[in-house]
């Protein structure tokens, strides 16, 4: 039978075997799509046609469809390639520091959050690739040999740095991933029916047949690969924030901007996991895998990221000040009182109030509330970035050449049309894929032999009841679930 | 190591030897500059490499039908194999030791490939 702790919450509830688990998780893959699934594919798709269409102005007509100018060089675009690949952090933060700081409750969201880290990667590499006009020539990002035509590349600029992150990121998350779902993939092959299903994840699931050996070296490669996609990930934001830190610009030339922008990163991640879990768990019937506890627990670590951004903002403020800096006192005043005052406001409010609302467990285990405050955070971690950006170009060390920045349609097209291209693809892996990692939740069930102590709730009175429940042994009649093993005198 | 080295040896070579270029009044060879591609490479040579041997050891490759012992052993099952020749006297005993230990099924396949 299973067993629960008497003192922590279980982390899969509803009393699962391991059978229920692939039943639960397979179905949404084997049965027919449901009409709420093809409702949201359908909205995404329309906003994947608005992502096209923007896409197609932008490089028939070239950059002038967007509302660049010569002072304000960056905008939208590097504020959506920022935005995005800060949601994508969480992913990578969820399925490797979590899987090194052994938090088990990791295990039924993080692949959703992978999907979403490779799919977020998709979206903000499409921001550069676009700004440079001439997309075919992309390729000369990479260190080609000098005969080709260019120079080599030049190693000592932080956009370079950027490719090279960026696409180490999306590779290796993807091997991550990929090899994450390998053992699910043979799961689902096993059960299928149709031919068409049997053939295509027979391919998906490279022969996986389950053997010790697979699970041993399985285990040491995720573990490895954890272990490097932690300094991995942290880079990668780091490297993002010297495109700014790097260069003279009055507002970005501070040297907090790599953590500032790892701890904004994981915030705005963790407020897109919850948004796409809080989701995901109702259209999919998952509650009894992603459960209050790990709504709560994601909330924890969005208000620690939350308050770590706050108190960037706040010490870039005072830095500002107490560096004596004219250039940079007046950057960070016309932030906050400038003509983009509301974008400064809506920052603030967004970031660093809602997170403190957080500390109210009402507030943490609240599914209505969290999903508003993850979207509050969302909106925030985007104006964050273009309060930063537009905000320090907007007013120069020239006067003359100040200018004010508005955004045209194709803009918002590009912007919006990316959120598209990524609810299409995230729907089409919760369809098609299984979205919960079945074989790690199997290993966090906690089976053993008959009567162990049985988590009752917490209850009324505040305390909390302990049930010694003898509920029927799952397993076959007259054979232990477990063997129970003595370790200690197995030497004797 | 192959990558870090592979890294520092690109940026050296091409911006060092090949082509020096004078970028913002820096040395050709910069090195503070290089660290973080040297590091993006190890990285990338690190778990690519890993990711490359554990599929080729573990002889996993697209296919387009796996024979499997039992489709329940990627479900809720642990299935443990022992071969035997096809009129072995070891049979009946096999059977018996492991029913006393608790096997839940004991069943004779007979496969060719494997």
């Known amino acids: 039978m299973q067993h629960v702790s008497p003192v922590r919450e279980p982390l899969v509830t509803g009393g699962k075997t391991y059978h229920d688990v692939t039943q639960d998780i397979c179905y949404q893959v084997e049965a027919a799509p449901n009409i709420r699934w093809m409702g949201a594919l359908g909205v995404s798709l329309i906003l994947l046609g608005v992502f096209f269409y923007s896409v197609y102005r932008t490089l028939w007509y070239g950059i002038g469809e967007w509302g660049l100018n010569k002072t304000v060089g960056w905008a939208w675009d590097i504020t959506n390639f920022v935005w995005w690949v800060g949601i994508g952090h969480a992913g990578t933060l969820i399925s490797a520091v979590l899987l090194l700081f052994r938090q088990k409750w990791r295990s039924s969201i993080n692949r959703a959050a992978e999907a979403m880290t490779i799919f977020a990667v998709i979206c903000a590499a499409m921001f550069p690739v676009l700004h440079m006009g001439r997309p075919w020539l992309a390729f000369y990002v990479f260190p080609l040999q000098n005969t080709l035509g260019s120079l080599w590349a030049n190693f000592n600029s932080p956009l370079l740095w950027d490719v090279f992150a960026i696409s180490t990121y999306f590779t290796v998350s993807l091997v991550f991933w990929y090899t994450g779902l390998v053992p699910d993939f043979a799961t689902i092959r096993d059960r299928a029916k149709g031919k068409i299903a049997k053939f295509s994840y027979s391919m998906l699931s490279m022969g996986w ?55 904004g990163a994981i915030f705005s991640g963790f407020a897109m996991v919850l948004t796409l879990m809080l989701i995901t768990r109702v259209v999919f019937k998952l509650e009894d895998y992603i459960t209050l ?36 006192q007046y950057a960070f005043i016309n932030r906050a009182t400038g003509p983009y005052w509301w974008a400064y406001a809506s920052m603030m409010t967004c970031n660093v109030i809602t997170p403190q609302l957080v500390w109210f467990r009402r507030v943490r285990y609240s599914i209505v509330l969290t999903f508003i405050l993850s979207i509050i955070v969302n909106i925030g971690m985007w104006f964050e970035r273009f309060v930063i950006i537009v905000t320090s170009l907007h007013r120069d060390y020239l006067p003359s050449s100040w200018a004010m920045f508005s955004p045209t349609r194709i803009d918002v097209g590009v912007y919006v049309g990316t959120i598209g291209l990524f609810f299409t693809l995230f729907l089409l892996f919760a369809k098609f894929f299984p ?58 | ?78 299935v443990m194999a022992i071969e035997l020749d096809e009129n072995s006297s070891q049979l009946p005993k096999l059977t018996q030791l492991l029913r006393e230990n608790g096997a839940s099924e004991v069943n004779q396949k007979e496969m060719t490939k494997f």
């Open chain 1, 209 to 263: 047949t389950g053997s010790a050996k697979h699970w041993s070296r399985y285990e040491t490669v995720s573990l490895i690969l954890a272990g490097v996609s932690t300094p991995l990930v942290l880079s990668v934001h780091t490297i993002v924030s010297m495109d700014f830190a790097t260069s003279v610009v009055p507002g970005w030339h501070t040297t907090i901007f790599p953590p500032y922008f790892v701890a």
């Open chain 1, 293 to 328: 506890e790990h709504i709560a627990l994601m909330n924890k670590i969005m208000m620690v990221t939350g308050s770590i951004v706050g108190v960037a903002y706040i010490t870039e403020f005072f830095i500002a000040w107490y560096s004596q800096v004219e250039y940079e």
């Open chain 1, 435 to 492: 979205v919960i990692n079945m074989a790690e939740v199997k290993a966090i069930l906690k089976y053993t032999v008959n009567d162990g102590p049985t988590y009752g709730g917490a209850n009324e009175g505040g305390g909390r009841s302990i049930t010694h429940a003898s509920l029927a042994p799952y397993a076959t009649p007259g054979v232990p679930a477990s063997a129970p093993v003595n370790y200690d005198k197995q030497n004797d």
């Open chain 2, 1 to 78: 190591m192959c990558g870090l080295s592979f890294a520092l040896w690109m940026q050296i070579y091409m911006l060092g030897f090949d082509w020096p270029m004078i970028i913002g009044g820096k040395p050709a060879i910069s090195l503070p500059a290089f660290i973080p591609v040297s590091f993006e490479l190890t990285v990338f040579f690190t778990c690519h490499g890993m990711v490359i041997t554990f599929y080729t050891i573990s002889k996993l490759y697209p296919r387009f039908k796996t024979p499997v012992l039992d489709v329940r052993s990627t479900d809720d099952k642990f």
